[in-house]
């Protein structure tokens, strides 16, 4: 079954600083992947997807992802981090066939200090 | 906004009750999905339906149960509310299952004491 690796639990960047939140994933073929943001209290909202194509996607609030077809990667990434970044960010997985939902990593908290 | 909503948000109830929740969508998609979220377990899946009366289990789905009668309703049921199910509870819909994107609800918090 596939797998998905968030290794950071909590991460701390500066305001303005850079951000790299990373996932790992586990599965033969290359999956669909996502990256989803929950503000507290809130449901979760798409950040970017990956199905094929350019390795590097542009998603929403200045976010983008990379894939990474040798390291089975799609890590999230921020050239200038806002403290209305704060908040929970969950890479997923999706086959490219059958029923299967989504596979949710178990996330990475993001505090912003200033 | 995709029109979700889950119903009620917020509820505490006594361990061995059963609790109904409802997810209620407005948008027509095939796939909905109910998910618990615990810290350090991220969103685990618990019960998925694609299409109506078609249902199928996910990785947590021990003591609860869904239906689905209706394209836009999809019910979680607890049979016997334990403690180990306080959690908070996301509905999502989709279109498909792994290529297009998931809308979530705004989550049930549930409390059983």
């Known amino acids: 079954a596939q797998s998905v690796t968030q290794p950071d639990i909590h991460i701390t960047v500066s305001e303005g600083a850079s951000l790299e939140l990373r996932c790992n994933y586990s599965?033969?073929?290359?999956?669909?992947l996502f990256w989803y943001v929950q503000s507290p209290g809130q449901g979760l909202q798409l950040l970017l997807k990956?199905?094929?194509?350019?390795?590097l996607v542009q998603g929403i609030k200045g976010f983008e992802a990379e894939f990474k077809r040798s390291q089975s990667s799609f890590n999230l990434r921020k050239p200038s981090v806002h403290w209305s970044d704060a908040a929970e960010y969950f890479c997923?997985?999706?086959?490219?066939?059958?029923?299967?939902?989504?596979?949710f990593g178990k996330g990475t908290r993001l505090s912003v200090i200033a | 906004d995709a029109g979700i909503t889950q119903s009620p948000r917020h509820k505490v109830t006594e361990t061995g009750t059963p609790v109904t929740l409802r997810c209620h969508q407005t948008?027509?998609?095939?796939?909905m999905y109910w998910y618990r979220q615990d810290p350090g377990h991220g969103l685990r899946l618990i019960h998925y339906s694609y299409g109506v009366k078609d249902t199928d289990k996910g990785e947590v789905s021990d003591g609860y149960s869904v239906s689905r009668s209706k394209t836009e309703d999809f019910l979680l049921t607890l049979e016997s509310a334990t403690s180990s199910q306080t959690s908070v509870y996301f509905c999502a819909i989709s279109e498909s299952p792994m290529n297009t994107e998931a809308f979530f609800g705004q989550g049930t918090r549930l409390t059983v004491v």
């Open positions: 997923a997985v999706g086959l490219p066939s059958g029923n299967t939902p989504l596979v």
């Open positions: 599965y033969g073929a290359t999956p669909y």
């Open positions: 990956y199905f094929s194509g350019d390795t």
């Open positions: 948008e027509n998609h095939r796939y």
